[in-house]
């Protein structure tokens, strides 16, 4: 099998890292070799989180390059437009339609981009998801992240159960019905 490349962006406290172990795991029960490979800039402050995910028969290195990520997965619209330049011609961002000021934006040092979608969707193919919402309804914000993994999974060769197998596996017991629930209403957007 070809290299899969998959990219996770977001803002620290976003759920990035749950969502590459979830990933990593049902790559990994899927039969293929993962590499993964997490970046954080200033994380617990609300700054940029990268994580990349490559996986297939063989897999030599954990880093993503330029124009050869299939998937960039962002929890945040800003972060989509900062990496959407690692994206392939025929590849695809699935985006959370949220918005964090990052901190020049609150200090008032910068302005936030307008039309990020809109603009994105000019030159890549863009879907993208009112995530928070959905987990909103579902009683916890928290799980948007999850909703988001449920929209990506649908462009992957995994079963829904092979999902809620490695949720089972990783998510604390207590909230694991709850993330299964919110793969689930994201699968099914």
Request: proline share 3%; glycine share 10%.
């Amino acid at each position: 099998m070809e290299t899969k490349n998959i990219m996770i962006v977001g803002v620290g406290g976003q759920g990035t890292l749950l969502t590459s172990r979830v990933l990593g795991g049902v790559i990994q029960d899927g039969g293929y070799e993962v590499k993964l490979s997490e970046v954080h800039g200033m994380a617990q402050r609300g700054g940029s989180v990268v994580t990349f995910v490559r996986y297939g028969s063989e897999v030599f290195e954990p880093i993503v390059e330029e124009e050869c990520a299939d998937v960039l997965i962002a929890f945040e619209k800003l972060e989509a437009m900062r990496y959407a330049h690692f994206l392939k011609k025929d590849g695809v961002i699935i985006v959370n339609d949220q918005r964090m000021d990052p901190m020049p934006v609150v200090m008032g040092a910068a302005e936030y981009p307008e039309g990020i979608i809109e603009n994105l969707s000019k030159d890549y193919k863009v879907i993208a998801v009112d995530a928070l919402s959905e987990a909103k309804k579902l009683g916890n914000a928290q799980v948007f992240n999850v909703v988001i993994l449920g929209v990506a999974a649908k462009h992957m060769d995994f079963t829904v159960d092979a999902w809620h197998a490695v949720i089972e596996r990783i998510v604390k017991p207590k909230f694991v019905e709850l993330n299964k629930k919110a793969f689930d209403v994201g699968y099914g957007l």
